[in-house]
DNA sequence: TATTTTGCACTGACCAGTCAGTTCAATAGG
DNA sequence: CCTATTGAACTGACTGGTCAGTGCAAAATA
């Protein structure tokens, strides 16, 4: 049968879920490569022969996660231009999404924010791709408000692009380590309010 | 004399000046002593004559960092209370406080983001302490925006304080490490546009 | 004189990566 | 069926190297 690879994917996934609550919380460098094999109940070679090193294992592990937030920011996107709905509301669609997700990956996106913008470092050009296929969604649905006149075109695409990620990020990461008891539905209203301007002013 | 605690005081500075830019490049655990004490041009044992272990090196490193951020945003908002400003403006005076610190201490900045969010570190106390000063000063001024009826009174200060600091901290991040060639007025008026929800609609 | 810095050797803990050996599901042969 | 064989998957003790922190005598600075 194919229990082969069902087994070594799963072994796979193991490591990984094991590897990104270690390294969130405690960084790269602090996390071994035993207390990995041990929290996912697995022998330390057995990292080894799937990984080829330490590094590979993080860098497959960011492709992994990003590819899921890229890929859950699309639907939104789309699910919203489906319905026949703005763009101001695919954007609104894109914030729930985000906070959804974060919702369920806490760790993964607090060990992403801390790697993001640090340089000289090995994965330093995985990331950088990475984050051009999640900030481009964005990039995109901007631009297709200015050209449909939705969005003002004096709007500067990709600095607002990164603010709103930010945002986003930022207030959701912000919400889970210092606010929890808020609902995402609070968090969500506070952030469509910003985007839609209706802060200044009653 | 005073000469004496100068010369510590000049030491203590050089050995912050030469941490901060390799942690935040490398991390604090990739970042060792050895580097530090040389990139600082000082000899080892010094390092441990002025603080008691690498660790409290760095929290002190982040007291007085976020001390700086601070008073520089407190400095932002009064200024433009005592010119008769309104609160609106005195949260625009701050953006572009915040963008000229992260200009002038970006590895700071770097450093600081990578780590606030983590959990079961040592310095996780002194974070939160000096988290919560940086962020309280931007709740004030949102305080009284809404107490004086310039600002909804349907906003939720503490989300909405935070959503405002981290669009300010991931876009000037970001402008650093991958729009460089943008200047500050581009990225403040950026930021600002959405600060006045001046997005969506032309 | 008192404080601060230097230079350097040393220790003990820790850790990434290796490798010889074990387990076991799948398959082939009788 | 049943047993033997194969090789992918896994194991964990071990190695070579690294690094935080120490100790201290000598030198520089004020």
């Known amino acids: 049968m194919d229990t082969r690879s069902n087994r070594r994917q799963a072994t796979r996934t193991k490591l990984y879920e094991a590897a990104v609550t270690l390294i969130a919380e405690q960084g790269f460098s602090a996390t071994t490569v035993d207390e990995i094999a041990e929290r996912a109940g697995v022998a330390k070679g057995t990292v ?18 990003v590819g899921l937030l890229t890929e859950s920011l699309r639907t939104a996107a789309d699910g919203t231009a489906a319905r026949g709905g703005t763009r101001v509301e695919a954007l609104d669609a894109m914030i729930r999404a985000g906070l959804v997700f974060i919702d369920r990956y806490p ?16 994965w ?23 050209a449909g006149g939705e969005l003002s075109d004096e709007i500067d695409i ?3 692009a990164a603010a709103l990620v930010g945002m986003v990020l930022v207030a959701a990461l912000d919400w889970q380590a210092f606010q929890r008891e808020r609902s995402i539905d609070d968090v969500h209203a506070a952030l469509s309010r910003l985007l839609h301007g209706r802060v200044s002013g009653r």
């Not at 080894?48 to 996660?65: C, P, W």
């Not at 990331?127 to 200015?146: F, I, M, P, S, Y």
């Open 124 to 146: 330093q050009s995985t990331l950088l791709v990475v984050r051009q296929e999640a900030v481009a969604v964005v990039e995109t649905v901007l631009r297709e408000g200015v």
């Open 107 to 122: 760790a993964f996106t607090q060990l992403y924010v801390a790697e993001l913008w640090r340089t000289n470092r090995a």
């Open 158 to 160: 990709p600095l607002t």
């Open 48 to 65: 080894y022969y799937n990984f080829k090193s330490k590094t590979e294992l993080f860098e497959e592990l960011l492709r992994h996660g």
